[in-house]
């Protein structure tokens, strides 16, 4: 009689639990309750209209039982539709410091809320070129998932204008399911620029 092979339950790194945990607690922190009349403010310091991010920050994977630096580079382009919503598109090369891993290219739709002053919550769902699997494979493994992330924005300038530049401090889970049904993340953190 032959065993049934059933597939190896996943485990979460460390990072992704505290990635959750911390999208979780702010999502405590937001959920909807009675209006105040001092409370009439959400995102008002952000406008309609076009928006750009871009950003040059620290990553690290996770692999089975080690980390591989990284680095990701993004540029999101798309609109404000609405004070707290922005809508966009991200295009991200990731750069793996290990020998001969492959540069992965990715692609993924956006949508950023402005919950309050600064604050955003971020989430998003497209593919890549490449995840690494272990620090001895080096050949291409495409995959496709999204991302959750949050940060800070501080606006920089007159904030009476509305639209300007700001400095977003950050943290992105992206996870990312390979062809083979593993599934792969990054964690990036670090400052970027918005426009708009």
């Known amino acids: 009689m032959t065993a049934l092979a059933y597939p190896r339950p996943v485990r979460l790194p ?9 999208l979780l607690a702010a999502l405590a922190v937001i959920a909807p309750r009675p209006a105040r009349a001092s409370e009439g403010e959400v995102a008002t310091d952000f406008k309609r ?10 990553a690290v ?3 089975h ?24 598109t991200m295009g991200h090369l990731t750069i793996y410091f290990d020998k001969d891993q492959k540069v992965g290219a990715g692609l993924d739709a956006m949508i950023q809320v402005n919950v309050s002053r600064g604050f955003y919550l971020r989430a998003g769902a497209g593919a890549i070129s490449h995840v ?3 620090r001895e494979i080096t050949t291409r493994t495409p995959g496709y998932g999204g991302q959750i992330g949050l940060g ?3 606006k920089l300038g007159d904030k009476d204008k509305g639209k300007g530049i700001a400095l977003a401090l950050g943290a992105d889970y992206d996870l990312r399911i390979l062809a083979d049904k ?4 990054i964690f990036v953190l670090g400052l970027s620029f918005m426009f708009g």
Do not use: C, Q
């Open 14 to 22: 460390t990072t992704a639990k505290l990635a959750l945990l911390a």
């Open 49 to 58: 209209g076009p928006f750009a991010e871009f950003a040059w920050r620290p």
């Open 61 to 63: 994977v996770p692999l």
């Open 65 to 88: 039982n080690d980390v591989m630096p990284a680095a990701r580079t993004h540029m999101m382009l798309g609109a404000r539709i609405s004070p707290a919503v922005t809508l966009g």
């Open 132 to 134: 690494p699997i272990a």
């Open 152 to 154: 800070y924005a501080f």
């Open 182 to 185: 593993r599934r792969r993340g």
